[in-house]
């Protein structure tokens, strides 16, 4: 089974602080995404990777930046967090062809004080 | 731009059937999935379709119209456990995925 792990369930931060949520895939996916989900807004992508080094911006970037080195992490960087930024965040790894069906991690909640 | 349109809430009673509808409107389309979400948990994969028509799987089928931007999600013999958030998504092309904001179904006894 496709497995994907995130490195944190649970973090609180302050605000101002820099924040990286990791996220590693064990199936030689291509694609890796970041989204955050919150009540009564569903899940917004924030940024997806189908290659290393490669990123795209999702619909709400604004505040967040990306990392892929390796194939199988994909990193979400706060560079200063905000309470804003308190929500649930979810990453996924798919294949680049077919469906693109997504894989999700547990999630990490992030709660910004 | 993307806007997909789901029930926020509904309810429906052990053994028997609901349909949970999706309105799509998106720039580009190379598919649609259901996935469902327990609470508390990561959303898991239920079905996709790409081809106008019906699929089915077991307990669960789901339908696409592609020239109505429209498809429903329907569970058959509904079962407690089965009561969870139930998100449609369209892949708009370029890997890019987006979300309903989901229909949480209750079931009750």
């Known amino acids: 089974d496709v497995k994907v792990t995130q490195s944190s369930r649970y973090l609180v931060k302050r605000t101002g602080e820099k924040v990286f949520l990791e996220c590693v895939q064990d199936?030689?996916?291509?694609?890796m995404f970041w989204y955050r989900q919150d009540p009564g807004l569903g899940l917004r992508l924030i940024y997806f990777s189908y290659d290393v080094k490669m990123k795209e911006k999702g619909d709400i970037p604004e505040g967040y930046s990306v990392s892929r080195e390796k194939k199988e992490r994909f990193s979400l960087i706060l560079e200063s967090a905000s309470t804003n930024q308190t929500s649930m965040y979810l990453c996924?790894?798919?294949?680049?062809?077919?469906?693109?069906?997504?894989?999700f991690g547990a999630g990490s909640r992030l709660t910004v004080l | 731009g993307q806007n997909i349109d789901q029930p926020t809430e509904m309810t429906a009673t052990e053994g028997a059937i609901v349909q949970i509808n999706c309105t799509y409107q998106?720039?580009?389309?190379?598919?649609l999935f259901w996935y469902q979400q327990h609470a508390g948990e990561a959303p898991t994969f239920l079905s996709y379709?790409?081809?106008?028509g019906l699929e089915e799987k077991g307990r669960f089928s789901s339908f696409l119209s592609r020239s109505k931007g429209y498809s429903y999600l329907l569970l058959k013999e509904l079962q407690m456990k089965d009561s969870a958030s139930y998100l449609c998504?369209?892949?708009?092309?370029?890997?890019?995925?987006?979300f309903g904001t989901g229909t949480k179904l209750q079931v009750i006894p």
């Open positions: 379709n790409v081809l106008d």
């Open positions: 199936m030689d996916h291509e694609n």
């Open positions: 998106t720039s580009g389309f190379n598919g």
């Open positions: 998504a369209v892949n708009g092309g370029y890997q890019k995925v987006t």
């Open positions: 996924a790894s798919s294949v680049l062809s077919g469906a693109n069906v997504l894989t």
